[in-house]
């Protein structure tokens, strides 16, 4: 019996930590000096916690393809901003304006997403201390 209770308590343990492994703060990963305006064909939409994600194609000046990662806020916060699951779809064009990550990787933190009819949603993770952030200014 003890053994059982053991494993119970290790796994009860692993599950309520690897939340927080996957959460992190606007600061540990995105720089707020550095605004970035995206636009691009949607190639995948992840619908998950603790972050949504968009992935699109960014074609430059030159015609190059980049495929860039734009992370926004959980499901049910972009759903309560006037988001629904289906609202994008693989092919759309978007605008997407956010913050590059500070490793000068192909992602952004996304503040607002503008959908191929015009409407602008927030998608952004608000609370998280990056820019715009108002729950931590005074």
Known sequence: ???????????????QGTPAI??????????GSKPVRLVG??????????????YIDVIDDKGNVT???CEGAAPSALTRRGWEKGDLKIGDTIVVD?????DGSHL???RRVTFPDGRSVDGDTRGNGG?????TQK
Not at 25 to 31: L, M, R, T, V
Not at 41 to 54: A, F, G, Q
Not at 98 to 102: C, I, L, N, P, T
């Open 41 to 54: 064909k949607i190639t995948r939409v992840e619908w998950t916690n603790p972050h949504s994600y968009l």
């Open 1 to 15: 019996m003890k053994i059982k209770s053991g494993m119970l308590l290790v796994v009860a343990l692993l599950a």
């Open 98 to 102: 956010g913050y590059r990550a500070k």
């Open 108 to 110: 952004v933190d996304t």
């Open 22 to 31: 996957a959460h992190h703060s606007f600061g540990a990963e995105f720089d």
């Open 67 to 69: 495929n860039w990662g």
């Open 131 to 135: 820019p715009g952030d108002t729950s």
